[in-house]
């Protein structure tokens, strides 16, 4: 079992800028990747980016070259830098954990991005 908890959620300005952490804790030695996903109201769940254990980053095309994901394997959390926000980065986000036979979701925070 993986927990996750999510922080680092608000509301900013167009323009500005967060930092998402996700603390992990439990059987994380089985965790492979770690993914950031987020979901906009009526909209499905969509992949932000992922880091796998070797430190390899992907990203999707709408964040590419704004996000940035990290990985602090001392303090087991991982982080998604934010910049350049737009209203449409407007969502929940959930960090979720991925070893070789399950995949665990953390609760969320919220982003808000003001126009």
């Known amino acids: 079992q993986v927990q996750l908890v999510e922080s680092g959620g608000g509301l900013v300005q167009a323009g500005g800028s967060l930092r998402l952490s996700c603390a992990a804790s439990?059987?994380?030695?089985?965790?492979?990747?770690m993914d950031w996903y987020r979901q906009a109201p009526g909209k499905q769940r969509e992949l932000v980016a992922y880091i796998t254990r070797g430190g390899s980053t992907t990203y999707s095309d709408s964040v590419k070259g704004r996000f940035t994901i990290s990985r602090d394997d001392a303090k087991n959390t991982v982080y998604l830098q934010m910049n350049n926000l737009k209203p449409e980065d407007t969502a929940v986000y959930y960090c979720k954990a991925n070893t070789f036979r399950s995949y665990y979701w953390g609760q969320g925070t919220q982003v808000t991005v003001s126009s």
């Open positions: 439990g059987s994380i030695f089985n965790v492979a990747t």
